[in-house]
């Protein structure tokens, strides 16, 4: 074999990595920043197509050449078997033809997605890129939406996962400890102030969705990031600036604010026609649903069909456990359980130690993963990408902090054969893993 076919052969997984990663960087612009809703012209093209057709392709070149099933991470086996206890439930769900529809629709890309993060991510450069997408989308979309209101309860204006306002409150509330964790990285001053006013316009738009569980799931955000930003990592500054935004905002917000806050602990006020009974209905109904069809539920995205209730849940938990049926909503739990663990374990590492982004990145990640959990429990998220990319995100960190550690081998590059030391080095072809 030439020297150069060795060289090609050795550059081929490389390769493509990039490519897969190009992929993905290409569906996570696409998903977040949704330029089909601005750019004229776009929203004639079959997105979501092309959204499913990018994500396959990058799967098929993030994978191959990866580590056997076997030596996955626990989360990312654990997302596999609940993607394979949803296709099972097709064949006991309610309404099997839209079982079907949502799980090859909807299911399968929350599995590519978490899977694609977590394996094709190699650097922290590379992660970075992709939070920046995630986060600059959702404030960009916000001070979008702010300027275009017009009045009543606001959602996204260019619609897709921002278009109902307990969604855009919700991811508002998720994204405010990466845009924060932007903030704090950047030197240039002008940067900075973009994103503090990213963040109050973020402030802002919630109250404007008039949204109780986006209001829950910021407060939880504001609290940990508080806690993880300006305590643990001693930027007890942050803690002024925090309590200065917060009167502005106060000041500034709606006046009938208040009164939407209050009517989660009250009955005696409503704005914007308090719907409480209606999800404590909701709430029970999920419930039995769960307990008559404990094993599969009544198939992915089929509970309105199921009870003739053209409402969701409103409750990720319940949602997953009447549609898909207790060992999915298990198992998602466990998933939840190990990113946090994931997060512990970056923390008990050389490169956290030495890296003074990869602090940040945790610290961002573990307040954004609270306010989701707090957050789920009002809102239908099951389906919903951004948390999967969560998911990635830590599994990615894990593996990127453990290549710098003492005695640390990168799984993608296979032991060279004893009998091939002596030559030299641009000569080795790595040997296959057994």
């Known amino acids: 074999m030439t020297t150069a076919a060795l060289s090609l052969t050795m550059r081929k997984p490389k390769s493509q990595n990039t490519v897969a990663y190009g992929a993905l960087f290409i569906f996570s612009f696409l998903y977040f920043a949704r330029p089909e809703d601005f750019v004229p012209g776009l929203g004639y093209l079959p997105v979501e197509k092309i959204l499913g057709g990018i994500a396959f392709v990058a799967l098929f070149l993030g994978i191959k050449g990866r580590s056997r099933f076997s030596r996955w ?4 086996k654990l997302l596999t078997a609940i993607f394979v206890l949803q296709l099972l439930g097709i064949l006991t769900a309610f309404y099997i033809s839209g079982a079907f529809t949502w799980v090859f629709e909807k299911c399968i890309k929350c599995l590519i997605v978490a899977i694609l993060v977590g394996l094709v991510v190699d650097s922290t450069r590379q992660l970075r890129h992709l939070m920046f997408i995630q986060a600059s989308s959702v404030a960009a979309m916000t001070y979008a939406s702010i300027l275009l ?19 855009l409150a919700i991811n508002i509330a998720l994204n405010f400890p990466l845009c924060l964790m932007f903030l ?51 930027r007890r500054y942050l803690l002024v600036i925090a309590g200065f935004c917060v009167v502005v ?8 604010y208040g009164d939407r806050i209050k009517s989660i602990f009250s009955n005696d006020v409503a704005v914007y026609g308090d719907a409480k009974e209606a999800r404590i209905e909701l709430l ?8 008559k069809r404990p094993v599969f539920g009544v198939g992915a995205g089929q509970f309105p069909n199921y009870t ?56 961002a990640l573990w307040a954004g993963f609270a306010s989701y959990l707090a957050g789920a429990f009002f809102a239908n998220t ?24 003492p005695g640390a081998v990168e799984e993608m590059a296979p032991p060279v054969s004893p009998a091939a030391r002596s030559l030299p080095g641009w000569m080795v072809l790595p040997r296959r893993a057994k």
Not at 149 to 167: A, K
């Open 382 to 405: 099951a389906y919903a990408l951004f948390p999967y990319f969560m998911v990635g995100y830590t599994t990615a960190m894990v593996r990127i902090s453990a290549n710098d550690e």
């Open 184 to 234: 704090i990285l950047n030197k240039n001053p002008v940067v900075k102030l973009l994103w503090f006013l990213g963040i109050v316009m973020m402030g802002r738009g919630l109250m404007l969705t008039y949204s109780r569980s986006g209001f829950l799931a910021m407060a939880v955000a504001v609290v940990v990031s508080l806690w993880e930003f300006g305590v643990r990592n001693k």
């Open 284 to 291: 029970i109904s999920s419930l039995v649903v769960t307990a």
């Open 73 to 76: 991470p626990r989360e990312l």
């Open 149 to 167: 209101y017009t009045g009543g309860r606001m959602g996204g204006v260019l619609g897709g996962v921002f278009g109902n306002p307990n969604d």
């Open 308 to 363: 003739g209730n053209p409402h969701v849940t409103h409750n990720t938990y319940t949602e997953l456990s009447s549609e898909c049926g207790i060992p999915v909503l298990v198992m998602f739990l466990m998933v939840m359980y190990q990113c946090f663990r994931n997060l512990s374990k970056v923390r008990n590492t050389a490169r956290y130690r030495s890296d003074p982004e990869v602090p940040l990145y945790t610290s």
């Open 249 to 256: 905002l106060v000041v500034v917000g709606p006046q009938s």
